[in-house]
């Protein structure tokens, strides 16, 4: 059989390199965009106190594949963190629908937040910790509405505030406040090979892992970033690249 030289070259050269230690063991490859959804990501936007525990909150279910952080539910251009106006503190989240549904997601949004508390959440004073759904289409505002009348009926004394609106303009926040308990976890950070500040907006492992360093993840997903985490430690293996 005639083989042109060039592909029997490139044969070697692939032969070569299967043979040779996983490349990513030194070099970090982003995992943004790796998984590739049979259906078009969905995006759902919620307001539940603090955008940086309610980006943790999200960051671990399983289905959800990036989280952000901004302002939302105002009228002021170009918010900001100290001068955000009427908005209130947010988190964006990309699922795939597949995975995990918007009703879902409502449920974990009533579980994460005290929704009858007036003019804060938790220790967090203001009007910009109120609770907010925001919903896109009339089945999610559907939704939204019978799940508000759920949360109602457990409670008669006290009035569930959080607010329903059609979802509108999503400022992202700064930099600073993305990821913002993996970025005060040296140790997990490290353990992404200290990704970068973009990748740190789009990554999965990054939504999971600031959910994991807030103490925010369900048993489950603990136990396998614990158990990623300690082989780790025990092969030396620098660099967590998934869970
Ligand atoms: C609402 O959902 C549709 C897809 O169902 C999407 O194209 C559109 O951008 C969404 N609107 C907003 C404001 O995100």
Known sequence: ??????????????????????????????DSGRRQPSQPLRVAVFALGSFWRSEAVFGCLPGVVRTSVGYAGG??????????????????????????QFKQLLDVFWASHDPRQVFGQGPDVGNQYRSIIFT?????????AASKEREQTKSRSSIVTTQIQQLG?????ESEH???ELK??????????????????????AAKLNGYAAELCH???????????NEIRKNGWPILREV
Not at 75 to 98: F, I, M, W
């Open 178 to 180: 993305q990821k913002f």
């Open 184 to 205: 005060h976890n040296p140790f997990l950070l490290q353990l992404t090979g200290d990704m970068p500040e973009e990748e740190l907006l789009t990554s999965s492992l």
């Open 1 to 30: 059989m005639e083989v042109p030289s060039g592909s029997l070259f490139l044969l070697c050269f692939l032969l070569l390199f299967a043979t040779l230690p996983d490349p990513a063991a030194a070099v970090r490859i982003p």
């Open 136 to 144: 896109n289409g009339t089945l999610e505002a559907r939704l939204a």
């Open 169 to 173: 303009t999503f400022y992202p926040a």
């Open 75 to 100: 009228s002021k251009t170009n918010p900001e963190y100290r001068n955000l106006g009427d908005h209130a503190e947010c988190v964006q989240v990309e699922y795939d629908p597949k995975l995990i």
């Open 219 to 229: 048993s489950g997903i603990q136990k396998k970033i614990v158990a990623k985490i």
